[in-house]
């Protein structure tokens, strides 16, 4: 059974998402989804350690051996996003039973989780699969769902938003296909593994470099690197509150695993970060990302859209992290996927239970919550200071990490970057803080408590980021593993 472990963590939720829509029953369809993502969790963490000691898994789906057939390919590289994907996704599942109940309506509740099925099996794909026009199949896969799950939300707005990221995400999933047509033209196979043999042999090929920065940018508009985040803020803010915290894990982090698999694991590091400027490019837009996200953020009315920008901040960190193409850099990037898709699964956790008992996200109606909410005033807290990178939470660790990686190759000016961005992340936490806790509140409104499921999911988030700064070896070796696996298919 242990040898079907990578093709079942996809299968599965994908047969669950039908089943959720077949059955008609808005309890059956939240279980389905806490079995897809909890079964995903127990093969994605089995695999783990069997490839521990750098051993890698390969499946043939369908008996079919590659190059011809579709190959899932698991290794010390992608385990810890689908690690990562997997726990976010039990700990949605655990938050959405109240959430979905009063932010989505009813009719729509089976197909919402249905939804949600599907993206979990997007973002797993994506992860797991070894062909590269089947990573674009399952990056589609996740990108339509995300639509329609986007399209639920409360307000209007959201069906703008939905059909904004829809409109930006079709010319994303446009470069990235004509990147990887570019690519099979050249070579004539599609399979990641054989690709990265046959690519070598014609490096200076003008279609080669046209697939790479066809790629690059399709990928960098599904990371939502500055100056391509225009869908981000927009879908994160609008969409229900268990989307926005599954999203804001998941959705930039695989697409960052994505463009990694693709320069380090397919074109290879020669060819994206020595023959071409990629390293001065992706160093330039991380710097002003950086900047941008976290100055529009000390701008923000909204808890929600102060979190989304955040969040384009820190994509920033991480790919000026493996913009570096070192050992320590890529170590780095990887630490902080984890860390921040803890911590920002948190925040927007969080921001679901205000809109819950408080009605808003706004900070004007945040006033006085430190006194009338203490536990989520406490979770906000804690999740903003490791968005500040504060000792000992776990966004000090990855961006400690990061400064290594940035002072070893020399790059200070870049460093100085990352200290602004994190001083003007204090002002925005700042903000928060000063809302919730020195502003008066309404003595006239009690505020009820918050759905226990929901507080569970938050605070296990919250507890896990100050767990990772305070024991960080665990997703540590995660990550120098997944860096020298990145590292090694580069050679």
């Known amino acids: 059974m242990t040898g079907h472990l990578p093709a079942l963590q996809v299968v599965f939720p994908l047969l669950c998402a039908p089943l959720c829509v077949l059955l008609r029953s808005r309890t059956v369809a939240w279980l389905l989804f806490l079995a897809a993502a909890a079964v995903s ?18 499946y043939a789906m369908g008996g079919w051996k590659p190059p011809a057939g579709i190959e899932y390919v698991i290794d010390r590289a992608n385990v810890p996003i689908l690690i990562l994907v997997s726990a976010i996704g039990v700990a949605v599942a655990v938050y959405a039973r109240p959430s979905v109940a009063a932010e989505v309506e009813k009719p729509r509740t089976s197909l919402f989780y249905a939804c949600l099925c599907l993206n979990l099996t997007g973002l797993l794909g994506i992860a797991a699969t070894g062909d590269a026009f089947n990573a674009f199949v399952f990056l589609e896969i996740t990108s339509l769902s995300s639509y329609a799950l986007i399209a639920m939300g409360r307000r209007r707005r959201a069906l703008l938003a939905a059909f904004k990221y829809l409109v930006v995400g079709t010319i994303g999933a446009t470069f990235l296909l004509i990147g990887i047509g570019l690519a099979y033209a050249v070579t004539g196979t599609l399979n990641m593994a054989d690709l990265a043999q046959r690519l070598p042999d014609v490096y200076g090929n003008r279609a080669l470099t046209a697939a790479v920065i066809f790629v690059f940018v399709g990928l960098a508009i599904k990371m939502a690197l500055f100056p391509l985040h225009a869908w981000l803020p927009d879908a994160y803010a609008e969409a229900p509150s268990a989307v926005s915290m599954f999203l804001s894990a998941t959705s930039t982090k695989v697409a960052i695993y994505t463009f990694l698999r693709f320069a380090f694991g397919i074109f290879g590091a020669a060819l994206v970060f020595e023959r071409m400027p990629i390293t001065e490019i992706g160093l330039l837009l991380a710097c002003v990302a950086m900047l941008a996200g976290s100055a529009v953020a000390c701008f923000q009315t909204d808890f929600k859209y102060l979190l989304a920008w955040s969040s384009i901040a820190q994509v920033g960190y991480i790919v000026a992290g493996f913009s570096l193409a070192t050992a320590d850099g890529l170590t780095a990037a990887y630490l902080h996927v984890i860390n921040h898709a803890v911590i920002k699964g948190a ?10 008992r408080i009605g808003s996200t706004r900070l004007r109606d945040m006033a006085g919550i430190g006194h009338t909410m203490p536990w989520t005033f406490a979770a906000i807290v804690i999740g903003g200071l490791g968005l500040v990178g504060v000792p000992p939470t776990a966004g000090f660790v990855s961006k400690w990490a990061l400064a290594g990686a940035l002072i070893e190759s020399g790059y200070w000016p870049v460093l100085a970057v990352m200290l602004v961005s994190s001083l003007l992340a204090l002002v925005y936490v700042g903000r928060v803080v000063e809302a919730c806790w020195f502003r008066r509140p309404d003595e006239t409104v009690t505020v009820e408590r918050p759905p226990a499921f929901m507080v569970a999911a938050a605070w296990a988030l919250v507890l896990l980021s100050v767990l990772f ?18 590292l090694g298919a580069a050679k």
């Open 469 to 486: 700064g305070l024991v960080p070896g665990w997703p540590t070796g995660l990550a120098e593993g997944a860096a020298d696996a990145l």
């Open 347 to 356: 925040l927007f956790a969080v921001a679901g239970i205000l809109l819950l």
């Open 41 to 58: 969790l127990v093969c994605a963490s089995v695999m783990a350690g069997q490839v521990a000691d750098g051993d890698v898994l390969r």
